[in-house]
């Protein structure tokens, strides 16, 4: 398999799949770090590959490889991993086909659309011996170790509740005509699983709209909000799935597309832990100071912690100050960790198994506000029991040929 070939001195060769806001960010990323080569980069859209292209030439002398369909870098073997910054809807089915042609990935978060994708990402890791990285940077932060130091240490008791919290004031742009495709971009290939569509420059070139349609992606709650919400599972450590689920949604300023912009969702596990989520697209303001953030509640203080890169602790019924720390949020960190895995083979901080039980919250709290009930989960079978309704949304329809 590709990624076993690499010797511990040689760089990593890496394919950049979808090379927007994120994907370009990441090749000069890659570029800085010194232990990879971006050898491919592959996107829909030929101009966004040109200019991660040119970005390539510019700092190395030498042009990748572009192509415009994954599916023809999945049998070069001189490359060892995938880097997948796409759409959502494609971030499960070129994951789970690169890996079983032998690529490692970093595939960035939501690691899958819908719940069933998450089962199949770990057990496709598994079948194919495959390195995983996840798109949630915050695992690789001195800030996050330090945490974890003081957590397990018992520094505000026995951790009982978590909450996390995304308040990030958005408004989808008003409504333009469906048109044509831009020259140089297929977007049949886009829409990939989704279904058949005709194109919508909003909806193409704005991540907080497909990201706010069910086809393609998990709104504001898998955008952004899977940060914080694996931070709050990273703070609570339960054992596994929450077995209840409750969630309002409603919208105050006109909703973000598919999507409420404002939800609250409370899961609760079978050790009696609670973790709590709050969404509201439509303030100007933050909570604590901190537009995106956490709070730990132990039964002898809490701490206050935000993937902006930052943790306090207060203790006793007085509320006193206890350790803290600022540091960085993780982004080349993570980057570089999911390098040295490639090489090492040892797991990432991030694997398929930790990306599934925190996308799981974003899949299981959608489903809940969408059918406007309390629901009841079972861990160990992945359903719903006698619901037929929630489990049907566990998973979706994959437009063919591109089933998962």
């Known amino acids: 398999m590709a ?24 090749v000069k990323q890659a570029l800085k770090l010194g232990t990879a080569n971006v050898s491919a980069i592959c996107d829909v859209d030929s101009n966004a590959a040109e200019r991660s292209g040119q970005v390539v030439f510019q700092a190395t002398g030498k042009t990748p490889r572009t192509v415009s369909d994954f599916r023809k870098l999945l049998d070069d073997k001189t490359i060892d991993a995938f880097m997948i910054a796409t759409p959502h809807h494609w971030h499960g089915p070129i994951a789970v086909a690169a890996m079983k042609a032998g690529k490692d990935v970093y595939v960035e978060k939501p690691a899958s659309h819908v719940f ?3 089962r199949i990402l770990i057990e496709t890791a598994r079948t194919h011996n495959r390195i ?82 069910f086809d393609y992606g998990n709104g504001s709650f898998g955008n952004d909000g899977i940060h914080d919400l694996d931070m709050a599972h990273f703070g609570l ?15 105050v300023d006109g909703g973000l ?41 132990g039964t002898e203080g809490f701490m206050l912690f935000s993937r902006r890169g930052m943790f306090q602790v207060f203790l006793g019924s007085k509320e006193e100050k ?8 993780g982004h080349p960190k993570h980057f570089a960790d999911f390098i040295d895995s490639v090489r090492s083979r040892k797991p990432t901080v991030a694997p398929p198994e930790v990306a599934h039980h925190s996308c799981a919250l974003v899949h299981l709290g959608t489903i809940a506000q969408r059918v406007g009930r309390v629901l009841r989960f079972d861990p160990k079978s992945e359903t719903f ?8 949304m566990l998973t979706k329809v994959y437009r063919p040929p591109f089933e998962l």
């Open 3 to 26: 990624a076993q070939k690499t010797a511990a001195n040689d760089k990593v060769s890496l394919a950049f799949i979808g090379v927007g806001g994120r994907g370009s960010g990441a």
């Open 385 to 392: 029991p006698n619901d037929p309704e929630a489990n049907r």
């Open 257 to 297: 597309g598919d999507y409420p912009d404002n939800m609250q969702v409370s899961f609760e596990f079978e050790e009696g832990k609670v973790l709590l989520y709050e969404e509201r697209s439509w303030t100007p303001y933050g909570q604590y100071g901190f537009d995106s953030g956490n709070m730990f509640y």
């Open 132 to 213: 995983f990285q996840h798109g949630t940077q915050m695992r690789s932060s001195e800030v996050t170790a330090k945490a974890r130091e003081l957590l397990d240490a018992g520094v505000i008791g026995a951790v009982k509740m978590s909450k996390a919290w995304n308040l990030q004031r958005m408004k989808p742009p008003a409504p333009v005509p469906d048109a044509a495709p831009p020259p140089g971009v297929d977007y049949d290939l886009w829409l990939g699983p989704a279904p058949k569509r005709p194109f919508n420059p909003h909806r193409f070139n704005r991540s907080t709209n497909w990201s706010n349609t």
């Open 322 to 329: 206890g350790p803290g720390m600022k540091g960085g949020g």
């Open 237 to 251: 450590s339960p054992r596994t799935h929450p077995v209840k689920i409750t969630a309002a949604g409603a919208n």
């Open 116 to 118: 069933r994708e998450g």
